[in-house]
């Protein structure tokens, strides 16, 4: 398969419900090695500024765009990305390209509006898109960086206007890889491997076990990915259980919402003598977290169970509990782009309601004198600070543990917690509160 061909076939399956990531290795191994990164770009470029295409597309389409078949409409999204963002990929290789793929599998009437649409894009677009981004006005800003605009409404609303120009921007840059390292692995040792394999890796300057990298390469077909020596994780991701492990004196750790495992795979990593239960709801998520501990070699000491933390019991009362709330994952758009197109008001409400609940039950769950950590990698405040400030005001034993703060990006919430801005492209959007429950 080729690059253009890769592309559409990804996209039209981000556009049915599928994560990028997933769609993207699913096809892999059948795209041409030298067209895997152009495929790659493409797709990321396109959902990246969605909305900016979007109506691109709407002031230069004669026809309405919600008439268009989805390969037609794909084909444009594309297009109309890759003219833009694709500087050094010669334009008349991709339109070809394009108008080809219409050919073969699309409707004949819509090749002329293909290639008329996208050579106009091309004459035309550089004018409107050059002042979207030098204007001031903060939809302009949220198109630009593509960031949908009840997002900077709200950012604004909690915030203010110059700290949600602020987070738009950062939510449209770029991010690339990091890696965790595990306990025992010698950083300069696996950089020297790595840089061996023909990529580039570096030392972290923030956090001492992470190596980061100028890409997104496939994580799989990494050095040291199969022993279990490094975990692709973005870095302030690996702040959290390092917040647990700093405070760990001794008991039964409960992970209430593990996922596939990542954080569950560090605190197991770095915390040996430590028993780890974690639970989820998504029983395809607990099996993928099993793995997980295979391949970090912990899976002795973590014991699994699939259901509702808001009924599930533990074997043993926690004397720490990582509560790692489902949420919007707004920190994460520049990573997981088509997320934010999913995306609500009413699901952030949504979210915080569960997040408050499941909040509460830690609360119950954790043993007099244990600490909670309560961790979302949204930047919202209704899915942040809001759930801290509802469940502590209902739970006097509660107490805010105070956070080491580290570095400029990471910043007090308002009031409780941190909040990890994303401004780097190994760091993302997270939230983290230290909570202990007193004696
Ligand atoms: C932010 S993700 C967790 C990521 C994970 N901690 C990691 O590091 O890989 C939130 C998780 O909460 C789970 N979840 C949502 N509602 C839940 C509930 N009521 N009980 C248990 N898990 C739930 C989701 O399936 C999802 O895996």
Request: hydrophobic share 40%; net charge positive; glycine share 8%.
């Amino acid at each position: 398969m080729r690059g253009l061909e890769a592309a559409l076939t990804i996209y039209g399956e981000v556009q049915n419900g599928a994560f990028a990531s997933e769609a993207l290795r699913k096809v892999y191994n059948n795209i041409a090695p030298a067209d895997r990164k152009l495929a790659a770009t493409l797709v990321y470029c396109t959902l990246r500024r969605q909305s900016l295409w979007k109506t691109v597309l709407l002031k230069y389409c004669k026809r309405n765009p919600r008439e268009l078949p989805p390969l037609t409409m794909n084909a444009l999204m594309i297009g109309i990305a890759g003219i833009v963002e694709l500087k050094h990929f010669a334009l008349p290789v991709l339109i070809n390209g394009l108008v080809q793929a219409i050919k073969n599998s699309g409707e004949t009437r819509d090749i002329g509006l293909v290639n008329a649409v996208l050579h106009t894009v091309a004459d035309e677009s550089q004018k409107f898109i050059e002042g979207l981004k030098k204007s001031s006005a903060l939809r302009d800003q949220a198109l630009y960086w593509g960031v949908p605009g009840w997002a900077a409404a709200l950012w604004s609303k909690e915030l203010s206007i110059p700290e949600a120009k602020r987070l738009v921007r950062a939510s449209g840059m770029k991010t690339y890889l990091s890696l965790r390292l595990s306990r025992g692995v010698d950083r300069s040792q696996y950089i020297e491997e790595y840089n061996a394999s023909g990529r580039k890796g570096w030392a972290s300057p923030f956090l001492e076990f992470s190596v980061r990298t100028a890409a997104n390469p496939y994580p799989v077909d990494l050095p040291g990915f199969g022993e279990g020596r490094i975990m692709p994780q973005s870095e302030s991701s690996m702040l959290v259980p390092e917040l647990i492990a700093k405070r760990w004196k001794g008991g039964r750790i409960l992970d209430m919402c593990c996922g596939r495992g990542v954080k569950t795979g560090q605190l197991a990593d770095i915390l040996p003598e430590a028993h780890i239960e974690a639970w989820d709801i998504s029983e395809g998520k607990i099996k993928s977290a099993r793995f997980e501990m295979m391949r970090m070699h912990t899976e002795d000491r973590v014991t699994f169970k699939t259901g509702d933390s808001l009924s599930l019991v533990p074997d043993e009362a926690p004397s720490a509990i990582l509560l790692d709330a489902p949420c919007t994952g707004s920190g994460t758009w520049g990573r997981h782009p088509e997320s934010k197109w999913r995306c609500s008001p009413e699901q952030v409400q949504q979210n915080s309601v569960l997040q408050k609940q499941l909040l509460e039950r830690a609360v119950s769950l954790a043993a007099p004198g244990g600490i909670i950590v309560y961790s979302t990698c949204s930047l919202f405040r209704d899915e942040n600070e809001k759930v801290i400030a509802d469940v502590m005001a209902r739970h006097p034993e509660l107490i805010e543990l105070p956070a080491e703060r580290t570095a400029k990006f990471m910043v007090k919430g308002k009031p409780y917690g941190t909040t990890v801005m994303p401004s780097l492209p190994w760091v993302d959007g997270f939230y983290m509160t230290l909570l202990a429950k007193r004696k």
